[in-house]
């Protein structure tokens, strides 16, 4: 049984449907990321999960019980907040022994409890400052002992790494996810930042206009998406639109399939697509701009199409860059590797991530 | 080759917008020679008249002297009076702080016309003299006719009217009811703007919504709530027009006593004494209660 | 808040209850004297009662044919004008000064400009007839002018520095990019943004000086009483709906005059 069910939950905020039939099963100890644009419902989601939303249709379990009813003070979960939400007028200690207070636990309880949490973040000598005296890393990691402490079943947080700075955050990151391995909760994280999913999470849950499009492993997201917004929303990708005719693709380099016929999408992320100077079999253009990003210059093809093809191409010591205006053939290197999707999508053919 | 344009000295055009703008105090300077003059002046005097005789008006002989601070100071009228005004003031600003704050409160939860409704209602009476504030409370509370015994005699609550006018119940409640707006407009300020997601953690710790009202909500308004008790204190410990019109002829306070000295006694020496007294220990009590709220609001303070 | 209105503990449910029951009598006890005033006024015989026995006019029509009252209305509203126009001379550009100021001190100044309010009314107006008769000058209208706006000077300088500190300094930057001098950019962009704040600043001292007793009893002329001043004596002598009447038209007064500040900057602005 699944630790947390999310069942054909749905809700609306007047016309506007916020969450539309969502369903999710997550086992004990998963991490998962629930990843996004604004506005895909993701926050909605988790706040509903935590009670602060009533959801007008569906349910939600945990451990088989459904808490959909409960209030937020009665359902066993813990929420960190994008703020952190650390209460300024006590000390961190009385932050942490918080919910433990609430539940008129016996004083020598707390203190070694709420001593335990301060060392597993280890902000033991921090115990008796204010919120405010402590930097945005440590008010996060205070934030987690405190919901930690009450050994919830799941733990949920909100974009818990914006407010920190950008050269801090992989390295919280992955301090992070050290932690809650060690404790063994189950979580789920909010984000829009698609790096952050990739680091944290044993499973993505793609969300957009209000439903859960792709849950999978962060590579198989990645190598297998099933949509356009998908294979656009994770990495880069260059979305070719081209049409399915008896097993083979009618585009100029023609890919095996087993699509039945009709429009497609051809998806192959930039690092799939070679480059070939002279004749090829492939789409033939002219190299237009280019960018340095280090290990790999990124070029972008006019083929003649709505978006440039974007290849990306390891340096390759001695050999200088290709000029803008080179005439090449930009091949898919992979085929195996390319990935093709039923119907044109309506983006048909934007190409960043 | 020297440039032509370079070499001419610039002329400053005194323009109204670099008169305001330019980040200089002359702006200023009017109001503060106005305050200097019509303000500190007239202050100083107050003081200094404490310390002489004033004869009819003027300075009479005698120059410096301590008799009238003394005579003040040595009478026990004046302190029983000083503790009158003391008390007054504390039960009617603890009591409007019991009535404001869940106005405040309940004002962030509204929305629409409702609120507006409920703004017209606190700001109004502060556009209203204070005069026909108090004579509200002299129609409802006083003696046989007065409206709360005229409905209680005929509820039949009461056999005898209630003697309520002319005492320091009435003034106390005129002084509750009329400070009201001054409590809630800073409470209200603070509240209408507080961050929901405290409470929301509060809850989601597992605190009940009246745990959450005292654990978090009114712990982190107690600044507002210190700077509110310490304005209506001040206002309600000064304030002579109350208890004169609700305590009657033969009922005083401090302030009262300030009024009658110089306007009704015309000893001007007496009335700057009893004036000076006053407002020294005004300071005092009000500088006594931002102190003690200052124990509450330790972690406002603190920095990184 | 749709978090407070899911189902809870009986507890909270008869917490709740109290509070709103709380809430709504201390609403009424807000409102309810200004109330029973009002419906007072309207009283036909010649004494209070509540609920009023009839509907009159008679008390307001006592209220214009009062010489008296009708005397002291012109004297206070002669003089409320005249305040309200020094305070706005004078608190306008303190404000400037105060908010765009580069100096030492300015804290202090700010701090000296808000000071009147920080003493009762009384101590202003004694301190003020004491001053006056130091230099032989008597309770007058113009001692009464004088010590009022000092006492006002306070709101203005408090309202127009609110709303200048809030102006987006880059708007300034941008008009001199777009080629204003200073005092163009003054005029059309500094100017209008603080027109309905000065305005609304104008419109409180004006009320506030119309109304006020604490400073009046010592420095107005006993033969020209201002409107509270007035009513001061009046109160104490005469039980009469009269004065409910005038308590009536006063309330009139101020709701009036928040329509005109909330049309300014709108009400929410004077709260904080």
Redesign the interface.
């Known amino acids: 049984m699944s630790q947390l069910v999310i069942e054909n939950v749905s809700k609306e905020f007047g016309a506007l449907k916020v969450l539309q039939s969502c369903h999710l099963a997550v086992e004990k100890g998963q991490v998962v990321t629930l990843l996004g644009p604004s506005g895909c419902g993701k926050t909605t989601l988790l706040r509903s999960i935590a009670g602060f939303l009533q959801p007008d249709d569906g349910r939600i379990l945990v451990n088989g019980t459904d808490i959909s009813h409960l209030p937020p003070n009665r359902r066993d979960v813990g929420y960190v907040f994008q703020n952190y939400a650390l209460f300024p007028h006590l000390t961190i200690r009385d932050n942490i022994a918080y919910g433990l207070t609430i539940r008129r636990r016996p004083r020598e309880e707390i203190r070694r409890r709420v001593d335990e949490a301060l060392s597993l973040i280890a902000l033991s000598a921090f115990a008796d400052r204010f919120p405010k005296q402590l930097s945005g890393g440590q008010q996060q990691r205070v934030a987690i002992a405190r919901s930690l402490v009450l050994e919830p079943e799941v733990l949920l947080l909100d974009e818990p790494f914006n407010a920190l700075d950008a050269q801090l955050r992989l390295s919280m990151q992955i301090e992070l996810r050290k932690l809650i391995d060690r404790v063994g909760i189950t979580s789920i994280f909010v984000t829009h930042d698609q790096q952050e999913a990739m680091t944290l999470s044993d499973r993505i849950a793609i969300m957009r206009g209000g439903r859960i499009e792709q849950l999978g492993a962060p590579l198989d997201i990645y190598d297998r998406p099933r949509t356009d917004f998908v294979a656009d929303f994770i990495g880069r990708a260059n979305l070719l639109p081209t049409e399915v005719a008896g097993g083979r693709t009618r585009s100029p380099q023609p890919i095996a399939t087993e699509l039945p016929d009709g429009p497609a999408t051809l998806v192959a992320r930039p690092e799939n697509i070679e480059i070939v100077t002279g004749d090829a079999v492939g789409w033939s253009g002219m190299i237009g701009f280019s960018t340095a990003l280090g290990p790999v210059i990124e070029y972008e093809i006019d083929c003649g199409l709505r978006e440039p093809i974007r290849a990306a191409i390891p340096r390759q010591a001695g050999r200088a860059p290709l000029e803008p205006g080179t005439r090449v053939t930009a091949r898919v290197r992979d085929e195996a590797a390319a990935v093709l999707l039923p119907g044109r999508g309506a983006q048909g053919g934007t190409a960043h991530g | 080759m020297v440039d032509a344009t370079l070499m001419a000295p610039r002329r400053r055009r005194f323009s109204l917008a670099s008169f305001l703008d330019g980040g200089g105090f002359w702006p200023a300077v009017p109001a503060v020679l106005y305050l200097a003059v019509f303000m500190v002046a007239p202050i100083v005097t107050l003081l200094a008249f404490g310390f002489v005789t004033i004869d009819r008006g003027t300075v009479g002989e005698g120059g410096f002297t301590l008799a009238h601070m003394a005579g003040v100071l040595s009478d026990p009228l004046v302190w029983r009076l000083m503790w009158r005004s003391f008390w007054i003031a504390v039960v009617s600003t603890t009591l409007t702080l019991v009535f404001a704050y869940p106005v405040a409160y309940a004002y962030g939860h509204l929305k629409g016309i409702a609120r507006t409704l409920l703004l017209v209602a606190i700001i109004s009476p502060l556009l209203t003299s204070a005069l026909v504030r108090t004579y509200a409370w002299i129609v409802v509370l006083g003696g046989r006719r007065g409206l709360l015994n005229q409905t209680l005699l005929s509820l039949g609550i009461v056999d005898q009217p209630l003697q309520l006018l002319n005492t320091s119940t009435a003034v106390v409640i005129g002084m509750t009811q009329i400070h009201l707006p001054f409590m809630i407009l800073p409470l209200l300020a603070v509240l209408s703007e507080r961050d929901r997601r405290f409470e929301e953690a509060s809850l989601n710790l597992g605190a009940s919504e009246v745990s959450t009202f005292f654990r978090v909500v009114v712990p982190m308004s107690m600044p507002a709530i210190v700077a509110g008790f310490a304005l209506v204190f001040a206002v309600s410990y000064t304030n002579f027009i109350i208890p004169q019109l609700l305590g009657g002829g033969n009922y005083s306070t401090l302030a009262v006593q300030v009024y009658e000295q110089t306007i009704v006694v015309l000893d001007w020496s007496r009335g700057a004494a009893l004036a000076t007294l006053l407002l020294s220990t005004c300071f005092l009590f009000v500088f006594a209660i931002v102190a003690l709220g200052n124990c509450f609001t330790r972690w406002n303070e603190v920095r990184r | ?4 209105r ?4 009986a ?2 449910r008869v ?2 209850a109290g ?1 709103i029951a ?2 709504a ?3 009424l ?3 309810a ?2 109330l ?2 009002i419906a ?1 006024s309207f009283e036909p015989r010649a ?4 609920p009023p026995s009839g509907f009159s006019w008679r008390w307001y029509a006592a209220v214009f044919q009062n010489q008296q009252l009708i005397d002291s209305v012109w004297v206070s509203l002669r003089i409320s004008v005249i305040v309200m126009l020094i305070c706005l ?3 306008v ?2 404000a ?3 908010v ?4 030492v001190g300015k804290a202090g ?1 700010n701090a ?2 808000l ?2 309010q920080m ?2 009314g ?3 107006g ?9 230099i032989a000058f008597r309770a007058s209208d113009l001692m009464l002018v ?2 009022l ?2 006492f006002c ?1 306070p709101f203005v ?1 408090r309202i127009v520095m609110a709303r200048l500190s809030g102006l987006d300094p880059l708007l ?1 930057e941008a008009s001199a990019n777009l080629g204003a ?7 059309r962009v ?1 100017l209008p943004q603080i027109a309905p704040a000065a305005f609304a600043a104008a419109a ?1 001292t004006f ?2 000086a ?5 400073v009046s ?2 420095t107005s002329d006993v033969r020209a009483r201002p409107l ?1 001043v007035e ?2 004596y009046l ?2 002598f005469d ?1 009469s709906p009269i ?2 009447a ?2 009536a038209l ?2 009139g ?3 009036l ?2 329509l005109v500040i909330a049309k300014a900057v709108g ?2 602005r ?3």
């Open positions: 808040m749709s978090v407070l899911q189902t809870s503990t507890g909270d917490a709740r509070f709380l809430t009598f201390s609403v006890l807000l409102v004297p200004s029973i005033v007072i004494y209070i009662a509540f001379a004078f608190g550009p303190a400037f000064a105060s765009r100021g580069r100096f100044l000296f400009l000071s009147p003493m009762p009384m101590v202003i004694i301190a003020s007839l004491f001053f006056g008769a130091y004088l010590s706006s000092v000077l300088v300034d001098g200073k005092l163009t950019t003054f005029r500094t409180f009320i506030e119309f109304d006020n007793v604490t009893l010592f509270p009513l001061y109160v104490q039980s004065i409910a005038i308590s006063e309330i007064l101020s709701f005059v928040m009400l929410d004077l709260a904080r």
